[in-house]
């Protein structure tokens, strides 16, 4: 089992645990202490200062301005609002939209849901999923972006400091769609730093106008204009 993986499951256990101390069946608004809830949703209101935020079968909602230790999620997806900033972010079978000028100060990680930064979201960290798109608008990650089977659009202005990796599926405790090749794209005016890796097959495209760093296990197919051909 991957480091990713591990991460991942003791992040939800823990998640869990804390979950069975506040709510059960029920929606829960965080206080300064946090808060979480199994069978319900979590809402973080506009401008407060919390702790950590947990839910199984829930999703977890964080509101303008917010400022949030964790959150995490099984089962539902996190929507960090604009200029929300939140330590770190993970998912299992949901997803993660980050909206404009959230700040996330570790990672963002999912397994089964798509990861979407909109423009001015600044990531410290990394940002990784298993089987979930990553899509980049007018973003930072400080990062590396990684995937074993999703496809990774990085447009507009945005910058990836620490590269991409697409890992070949060494098995897993969840259910991978591996035989498709992961679509990767490059847009115009995008800057990707650090090593390209790629340790399956990707169809992998890059404007003539990005920058990027140097690819391995892949030939880039450069393209102009602001997409590639369907």
């Known amino acids: 089992m991957s480091r990713f993986y591990q991460s991942v499951l003791l992040a939800c256990l823990a998640a869990t645990l804390a979950a069975c101390g506040n709510a059960v069946n029920g929606d829960v608004t965080a206080t300064g202490a946090g808060g979480s809830t199994v069978n319900g949703s979590v809402r973080v209101p506009a401008g407060l200062t919390s702790g950590a935020v947990s839910s199984v079968n829930g999703s977890i909602r964080i509101e303008e301005g917010a400022t949030v230790a964790s959150a995490h999620a099984v089962n539902g997806e996190i929507d960090v609002g604009p200029r ?22 570790g990672d963002a990680k999912s397994v089964n849901g798509e ?22 608008v007018d973003a930072h990650v400080h990062g590396q972006l990684r995937t074993t089977a999703a496809s990774i659009t990085v447009t507009g202005a945005s910058h990836v400091d620490g590269g991409i990796l697409v890992e070949k599926n060494a098995g897993s405790l969840f259910n991978t769609t591996t035989s498709s090749k992961p679509r990767i794209t490059i847009g115009p ?21 990005a920058t990027v760093g140097p690819i391995e296990g892949a030939t880039a197919i450069k393209f102009s204009g602001d997409k590639p051909p369907a």
Do not use: M, W
């Not at 980050?98 to 700040?103: G, M």
């Not at 005016?189 to 404007?207: C, D, I, K, N, P």
């Open 84 to 105: 929300a900033s939140v330590e770190s972010v993970v998912t299992v079978n949901g997803s993660i939209r980050l909206a404009e000028a959230a700040r996330i100060g």
């Open 115 to 136: 990861i979407a930064l909109q423009k001015g979201v600044d990531v410290a960290g990394s940002v990784t999923t298993v089987d979930g798109s990553i899509d980049l």
């Open 189 to 209: 005016g995008a800057v990707v730093g650090g090593t390209l890796r790629f340790e399956r097959e990707v169809q992998l495209y890059v404007s003539d106008q």
